[in-house]
């Protein structure tokens, strides 16, 4: 109780000298010639647009919240299947993935012309939880005690009795670290919606609406509320997972996880199963086109672009587009998630062996993810600039974090009595980290690089799309105003495929590294 209150009285103070030196540099214009307003203006604005701000705020709130909780539902629900039967798992990966990999940039624009109403919103809100709270699931699911598993099971417990009283159980730390990552994200997806897809009403169409008038005060108010949003919804599910944490913590690492898949599989089933993965998003890509009854024109299928990139009179103009863009965004996409992981496994470290530190540091770092980034992108705008320094900048501010989340939970879930071993032998606390408590969270470290690789890409894409006009992001803004709905889908195409492709890599890397560690392994 008296470390909360010390927590909650350095939280208070940072926040006020960081308030103090923002309106001393706001004030004297040290920024970008004013481009970072001071606090008191900013207040000011929000008070004059105080009018304006209650349907806008309404509309995004709705979307946002029917979409965190329809997303989060299917995903608990898919996590626990996936868990039950990684057959099912690995059938799905495919799709699992290209939901989240999918650019919410490119696919607003065709939503709000097959969608009517606040759907668009909503199923890119839902989008946005989906893979994220899936994946949480999954882990906590697969990483339960198999000691228990087999207690009660020897006392006649069913599958069912198993995972409602153990693996449910282990998970619930899990879920609750991916919820807080989900809660944000569904504010993000709604907002990208209303930005992309047009609407009367929404903090997205109401940024859009002030970007061209020249007012920071007023763009910096827009943001902080969106802000103030995603960053309460993230509170919320902290203090949840505060008050619930204590009855779900392992007191002795497991020392019979199970090694994972089997490798009795003959060739042919794994061939097949492999081609089931790949083929699965297309045949479900080509269905939801044929069921929704959008125009030929705008809807396009995957033989609609194979036609356009490869059969088309325009095929060898299109790809030469397609690979330039590709040729600029996809170097910054590697230096950008290499740079948020490497971030982000410095401050887990730091998070246990230097709490105050974290506890001083986090105020910033929430207000970096919960921002939503059309409206933080703008406004780095004018502080950095339309160079490669705002993409790097974006893309770390959007894989960091999620990874930070993951990894820190991993970290927090060693238990205590594992790490004093070493420590009765005269080890350090770095050699205490090294041999014990790293080893252990492995498998959140390669689940908080799987999310990164999605994440990353779509930082980048973003940053183009609305601040640097180079790359992907860029090509996708230029195809809209084209009205060429060939390129768009084939750009939305090659970033799931690509990201697709970098989580396979990613999986197969874990499946090895685990596999030396006796450690379970991903299906």
């Known amino acids: 109780m008296r470390r909360h209150a010390v927590w909650q009285s350095t939280g208070l103070r940072n926040a006020l000298i960081l308030l ?7 004030q004297l214009g040290l920024v970008a010639g004013g481009a970072l ?60 993935i290209a939901a989240f990999a999918l650019p919410p940039i490119a696919i607003a624009p065709i939503l709000a012309l097959t969608m009517s109403g606040m759907a668009p919103r909503i199923t890119l809100a839902a ?52 919820l807080r990552i989900a809660a944000p994200n569904a504010v993000l997806g709604a907002i990208l919606a209303e930005f992309g897809g047009g609407g009367r009403w929404g903090l997205g169409t109401y940024l859009l609406g002030s970007l061209g008038r020249g007012e ?27 008050r619930l944490l204590g009855a779900t913590k392992a007191v002795t690492l497991n020392t019979a996880v199970p090694t994972g898949g089997t490798a009795s599989t003959c060739l042919s089933a794994r061939v097949r199963m492999a081609l089931a993965t790949v083929l699965l998003p297309f045949a479900l890509w080509w269905a939801l086109i044929k069921l929704s009854g959008a125009p030929a024109m705008i809807a396009k299928t995957p033989g609609d672009v194979f036609e356009y990139l ?70 780095l705008v ?10 790097l900048w974006i893309t770390i501010s959007v894989t960091f974090f999620p990874a930070f989340v993951t990894l820190a939970q991993g970290i927090a879930l060693v238990p205590k009595s594992a790490e004093d071993l070493p420590r009765a032998y ?29 994440r990353a890409l779509l930082g980048v894409m973003i940053a183009e799309w609305l601040a640097t006009g180079r790359g992907l992001g860029n090509l996708l803004n230029q195809s809209r105003g084209y009205l060429d709905y060939g390129m ?11 990201s697709v492709v970098f989580y396979q890599l990613v999986v197969v890397a874990e499946r090895q590294v685990l596999a030396r560690l006796g450690m379970a392994t991903p299906e």
């Open 488 to 498: 768009i889908w084939s750009v939305a195409a090659v970033s799931v495929i690509l």
């Open 20 to 26: 103090a030196l923002w309106e001393i540099i706001g």
């Open 37 to 96: 307003p001071p606090p008191s203006d900013i207040l000011i604005r929000l008070w004059q647009d105080r009018g304006d701000y209650p349907n806008h705020i309404g509309a995004t709130l709705y979307a946002s919240v029917m979409g965190f909780l329809i997303g989060n539902a299917v995903a608990i629900a898919a996590g626990v299947a996936f868990a039950l039967s990684p057959a099912l798992l690995r059938l799905f990966r495919g799709i699992n």
């Open 426 to 454: 005269g080890a350090s606390r770095w050699t205490e980290m090294r041999m014990v408590t790293i080893p252990a969270s492995l498998p959140y470290l390669f689940a908080a690089t799987r999310l990164t690789v999605p």
């Open 216 to 242: 920071p005060d007023r763009l910096w108010g827009i943001g902080l509320i969106a802000t103030l949003i995603a960053g309460l919804s993230y509170a919320g599910f902290a203090l949840l997972s505060r």
């Open 310 to 379: 490869f059969l088309s009179q325009g095929a060898a103009a299109a790809q030469a587009r397609l690979l330039a863009a590709l040729a600029e965004t996809l170097p910054i996409t590697f230096i950008g998630m290499a740079a948020g992981l490497a971030f982000a496994f410095l401050l887990a470290i730091l998070s246990r062996l230097m709490p105050r530190f974290i506890e001083a540091f986090m105020p910033v770092a929430l207000i970096t993810q919960t921002m939503p980034l059309v409206a933080l992108t703008p406004l």
């Open 127 to 178: 989008l946005g939880v989906y893979f994220v709270t899936m994946t949480a699931t999954v882990i906590g699911l697969s990483q339960a005690d198999s000691r228990a598993e087999d207690v009660v099971r020897a006392y006649g417990g069913s599958r069912w009795t198993v995972l409602r009283l153990v693996q449910f159980r282990g998970a619930v730390p899990s879920i609750l670290a991916g």
């Open 382 to 391: 004018l502080i950095l600039g339309r160079g490669p320094s705002l993409t």
